[in-house]
């Protein structure tokens, strides 16, 4: 077998092992080390965090040199997202919303 595929096999079990002990975490760790300041600082902030990098990860920095009407249908796109999200509360709805209006924009920008 090459290198590469046991590379691979490592990069799958390593995150195999980090997601379950992330997910046993609770279960493992002392109540006392839960309620501590420092994880409900973490438990505030990483949400954010992580949906901050999943959207600036999603955008087409570099279809926007070739074509910026694309990333104005994607931040427009993303406006709408974050409207529905602000007004219900759903994350279902805005993603069905984000979707809708990232082809509805392309569609009108001419940008598909």
């Known amino acids: 077998m090459s290198a590469q595929y046991w590379g691979w096999l490592l990069a799958v079990l390593a995150m195999g092992a980090v997601t379950f002990l992330l997910r ?3 279960v493992l760790l002392p109540k006392a080390w839960l309620k501590s300041a420092l994880l409900h600082a973490l438990n505030f902030a990483l949400p954010l965090s992580v949906m901050t990098l999943l959207i600036l990860a999603s955008l087409s920095f570099n279809k926007a040199a070739a074509q910026p009407r694309y990333l104005a249908a994607e931040m427009l796109a993303l406006l709408c997202v974050w409207l529905s999200y602000r ?7 805005s993603m069905i919303i984000g979707v809708a209006a990232l082809n509805g924009w392309l569609w009108v920008l001419g940008a598909g």
């Open 24 to 26: 046993a975490a609770p």
């Open 87 to 93: 007004q219900w509360r759903n994350v279902l709805v």
